[in-house]
Nanobody
Framework: VQLVESGGGLVQPGGSLRLSCAAS????????MYWVRQAPGKGLEWVSA?????????YYADSVKGRFTISRDNAKNTLYLQMISLKPEDTALYYC?????????????????????????????WGQGTQVTVSS
């Protein structure tokens, strides 16, 4: 299993970025996929999730709702995160992650605020991360 993120960088407040995550080594379309982030000196934070290809429902943390859009291209085995209206508090290392098992929805998005993500507990695999820095 391999997840490789790209697309991070330095952007001014109010700017946009699109992150990509190339997946390989597993049947991508059958897994929930996630974006999580870690700001300097802080723990992991939920960002967004997308259901398997049969549904593709999307979920967002309150902090990014209305500004970020998660999507997946199952033909290309690629996960995306379109980010607009970026704020300095969005500065973080962004990780792409895969669910524990096929079709397993994991932690309910309604519980995200009470249950921070843990790489070992919530995800079967994750990438190395891509840095997003929002600064003027």
């Amino acid at each position: 299993v391999q997840l490789v993120e790209s697309g991070g960088g330095l952007v001014q407040p109010g700017g946009s970025l699109r992150l990509s995550c190339a997946a390989s080594g597993f049947t991508f379309k059958n897994y929930w996929m996630y974006w999580v982030r870690q700001a300097p000196g802080k723990g992991l934070e939920w960002v967004s999730a997308i259901n398997t290809a049969s549904d593709s429902s999307t979920y967002y943390a309150d902090s990014v709702k209305g500004r970020f859009t998660i999507s997946r291209d199952n033909a290309k085995n690629t996960l995306y995160l379109q980010m607009i209206s970026l704020k300095p508090e969005d500065t973080a290392l962004y990780y792409c992650a895969r669910g524990i098992a096929a079709y397993d929805s994991g932690t309910s998005p309604s519980s995200w605020a009470l249950s921070p993500p843990s790489k070992g507990r919530n995800f079967g695999s994750w990438g190395q991360g891509t840095q997003v820095t929002v600064s003027s």
